[in-house]
């Protein structure tokens, strides 16, 4: 096994593009609710390094991430 180095940028120049060319504005935001479905459960730790390499492709993406895992907290609180 070896450690892939994400330190390359270029390795986000696809997925920005998809997120700025391809998706509208609904897109985007079923894309980042189904991540937030995703991770609701996992350890804040992994939550945060999700939001770190998400807003590497977008700083949108990435807070809208934030918000909606934020969002999911209060929920999951209320019950």
């Not at 939001?51 to 492709?57: D, I």
């Not at 809208?64 to 609180?77: F, T």
């Amino acid at each position: 096994m070896a450690r892939h180095d994400d330190s390359n940028d270029a390795n986000y120049d696809q997925p920005t593009l998809f997120w700025e060319k391809v998706l509208d504005e609904g897109h985007r935001k079923r894309l980042v609710n189904n991540i937030v479905g995703s991770l609701k459960q996992a350890t804040p730790q992994i939550q945060q390094r999700a939001v770190e390499q998400f807003s590497r492709v977008s700083r949108e993406m990435g807070e809208m991430l934030q918000q909606g895992l934020d969002e999911a907290k209060k929920c999951r609180h209320h019950i």
